[in-house]
């Protein structure tokens, strides 16, 4: 897999702070740095903090993640977001975190959510114009020559 075509979405890498017991990155971490690499791509697409103060934003619904490799103390990562498809609320997204020394891929999160009225704190379709940006990644994304590894266990 090749990431160069799609969004990074974070780099940083591994601080003494991170480390568990066994001496490698422990797994609150990853959703930590999942989930600012989610607001960061959130932010590049007109869907993060002011969109989420505007009365509308997101929830998440699932979440699927996956440990391939483990990251240590001063290794440096890279976190690439795919956007792989949506409906009028429901929307689906992978993230890749890769270790960047040797580009190996450490860790997967595959993602839905949902578009809420913050009002109602309902979902509801997200606005056009929104949802045309939404579009746009998507068929990007789309035309990318390799498929990205499903859990298979969300339901988009």
Do not use: C
């Amino acid at each position: 897999m090749n990431f160069s075509d799609l969004p990074l979405t974070l780099s940083t890498r591994v601080q003494s702070k991170h480390l568990d017991e066994l001496g490698h990155m422990n797994v609150m971490w990853y959703a930590h740095f999942f989930d600012e690499a989610t607001w960061y791509f959130y932010e590049s697409i007109g869907f993060g903090q002011d969109y989420h103060q505007s009365g509308f934003g997101s929830f998440a619904l699932e979440a699927h993640s996956v440990f391939l490799s483990e990251l240590r103390e001063g290794d440096h990562f890279s976190i690439y977001t795919r956007v792989l498809g949506r409906r009028d609320k429901v929307f689906h997204l992978m993230h890749f975190m890769q270790r960047d020394v040797d580009q190996k891929l450490s860790a997967t999160l595959e993602a839905l959510g949902i578009h809420i009225d913050m009002s109602t704190r309902k979902s509801v379709a997200m606005p056009e114009a929104i949802a045309a940006q939404w579009d746009v990644i998507i068929k990007e994304h789309s035309a990318l020559d390799w498929d990205a590894p499903l859990s298979g266990s969300l339901n988009p």
